[in-house]
């Protein structure tokens, strides 16, 4: 579904992005992981053309994005939850949902369903549909930001750092959205520094460092031989990082 090849970025005269390659299939979770600095935020950026590829290659579901404007890209499927979730913290919720709801050219009734099925994942949006998001909890605006994102009804999903800062029972809950969005047939690209909830949702995990992928494994082979664990993210198996 999400197919990059040999990706590289630039921010300004320095490089980031060096010979960056990963597929994620439908339905498939992969975990970027990585210390700070690795490069996997601008892996999401560039993948979504936030920040513009200096050369490779972006494709989903087969059609190539690295020359379209960004602004073009969430319409085609391909959608997005930033790190430290970026909300218009002014609007309402239900405005926060709205401007979701409008990237796509769908008609009334269309809104409404897709609407209806994304409060379905997250009922406590129902309630809080009148206040200010900037006025949520930190969890509470986690759920906003996917919410706004999932309004794209994405092929595939990028997350930045979705349990940062959140309660066990937040990011808890985060997750079991992920594996919803699995089951549902969703791609999700899932960056996390938290060692624990990578594994425990990816099918997938890859490692990068300086700006590329040194290595790929399982979740099972990575409990079985936590060695790259340590090597890329600095942390044993187990831990968080």
Known sequence: MLAVRALSSHYGRVQVLRDFSLEVASGEVLGLLGRNGAG????LKTVLGLVRASGGSVRLDGAELTALPAHRIPSLGLAYVPQ???????LSVEENLRLGLMVKDRDGEAARETRARILGLFPILSERLTQRAGSLSGGEQQMLATARALCLEPK???MDEPTEGLQPSMVAKILETVRVLKARGVAVLLVEQKVEAALA?????AFVENGTIRETGTPEALHADPAPLYRYVGVGQGRAG
Do not use: N
């Open 40 to 43: 996997k935020t601008t892996a």
């Open 156 to 158: 595939v999903l990028l």
């Open 84 to 90: 430290g979730r970026r909300l218009f913290g002014e």
């Open 201 to 205: 949702v990816a099918d997938r995990v």
